[in-house]
């Protein structure tokens, strides 16, 4: 599966292999940041390995 956000600010593309609804392996580049922080984050992909997507909802992400 592969996503795209771009906001006025932000713009990273992800890349999400899965195994049914599991999570067998997550990466992605911001193109876009305002700071470091944000920069960062690409590097906290690796945390989606092994997740179960059923059932997570935008709500539940905050």
Same mark, same amino acid.
């Given at each position: 599966? =592969? ?33 470091? =922080? ?25």
């Amino acid at each position: 599966m =592969i996503g795209n956000l771009s906001d006025s600010f932000h713009e990273v593309n992800v890349r999400l292999k899965l195994d049914e609804f599991t999570v067998k392996e997550a990466d992605g580049v911001l193109l876009r940041t305002p700071d470091i =922080i944000c920069r960062d984050a690409a590097s906290l992909l690796v945390n989606l390995h092994s997740l179960d997507i059923r059932g997570i909802s935008k709500m539940s992400a905050r």
